[in-house]
């Protein structure tokens, strides 16, 4: 049997590979029997940890969750996910004060980051994705642009494309000029101000 469909790309896409994940989560109940149906289930797109306190959660059960998995941390957030609340506290405590800090705003609420996420990840009404233009110069280490078609995370001076294999060409990075920005807008906020995402090594 190949890859099971659940492996979740930085444009937000769920496809079938067989790249490892870092991380698991879910964005509602997706799935009928084994197939993807459906693009979301609400404004709850978390990342959750592999492992936490030895659950076991059985992938497509009936009227339960899609688990859906990451190849790292700056993936989920360019999809448009955030750190879960329950399994990753730590890092969801983090993300909020650096959401916080990085807009100029009191502490958030787990739903009101979750509406603006959702308004900054898709286009209301579709599944298309809401790409931002930003200066290179503004973009944080983790943040996911667009580049010829390719996703690719920006890693200090230089960016790296991501593919179904997992990171792959380097090149360097814009030193000016606009970017295609895939990562929502205030998980951006989030990175500048100090959020440190995931990467995995090969993308260095």
Request: glycine letters at 10%.
């Amino acid at each position: 049997m190949g890859p099971a469909r659940n492996r979740v790309t930085p444009t937000g896409e769920i496809v079938a590979i067989p790249l490892r994940g870092a991380w698991t989560g879910n964005r509602g109940i997706l799935h009928r029997g084994r197939d993807i149906v459906r693009f979301h289930g609400g404004d709850l797109w978390i990342t959750c940890a592999l492992e936490f306190k030895g659950r076991h959660h059985e992938q497509w059960r009936l009227g339960h969750y899609t688990l859906l998995f990451f190849h790292d941390e700056a993936v989920a957030f360019a999809a448009g996910h955030r750190p879960c609340a329950e399994c990753r506290r730590s890092s969801y405590n983090a993300y909020r004060t650096a959401w916080a800090a990085g807009q100029g705003v009191g502490l958030p609420s787990a739903r009101d980051m979750n509406r603006q996420l959702h308004r900054e990840r898709i286009v209301a009404g579709t599944h298309r994705r809401r790409p931002h233009e930003m200066l290179w110069n503004d973009l944080p280490n983790g943040t996911f642009v667009m580049i010829d078609g390719t996703p690719a995370v920006v890693v200090g001076d230089h960016v790296t494309d991501w593919t179904h294999a997992g990171y792959d060409a380097r090149r360097a990075r814009p030193r000016a000029g606009l970017a295609s920005v895939l990562t929502p807008p205030s998980t951006v906020a989030a990175l500048r101000a100090g959020y440190g995402a995931q990467i995995d090594p090969t993308a260095s």
